[in-house]
């Protein structure tokens, strides 16, 4: 049976870090693209990260670029999103994703939503 599980969101401060977890089980990271996504109220679920556990290539949407950072452990199937300079504006929910499909690129978030095992998300909100 397929799990995706975050946690490590909550509220933080603008100029503030995070960290969250995506623990995974019942298939293997090898193989798969695991990525974040994140959807603010009202508004449409968007890709932030990915990462391909088999050769490491990671990518960032341009709001994450300098400030997110995600790496997976292979031997405890959790990947890590690290979150630093968080502002207002990356108030949402934060959704864990898995998909057998395309690859870690420009692309890995434009894939139907069916193509992706999701977590239940962990809200993070940055306020002061």
């Known amino acids: 049976q397929v799990q995706l599980v975050e946690s490590g969101g909550g509220l933080v401060q603008p100029g503030g870090s995070l960290r969250l977890s995506c623990a995974t089980s019942?298939?293997?990271?090898?193989?798969?693209?695991i990525g974040w996504f994140r959807q603010a109220p009202g508004k449409e679920r968007k890709g932030i990260a990915c990462?391909?556990?088999?050769?490491?290539?990671?990518h960032y949407a341009d709001t994450a670029k300098g400030r997110f950072t995600i790496s997976g452990d292979n031997a405890s199937n959790t990947v890590y999103l690290q979150m630093n300079s968080l502002q207002v504006e990356d108030t949402a929910d934060y959704y864990c994703?898995?998909?057998?499909?395309?690859?870690?690129?420009?692309?890995?978030?434009?894939?139907?939503?069916?193509?992706?095992?999701w977590g239940q998300g962990t809200q993070v909100t940055v306020s002061s």
């Open positions: 990462i391909s556990i088999s050769d490491g290539n990671t």
């Open positions: 019942g298939f293997p990271l090898d193989g798969h693209i």
């Open positions: 994703s898995a998909t057998r499909f395309g690859m870690c690129d420009s692309s890995w978030s434009q894939a139907p939503r069916w193509r992706y095992w």
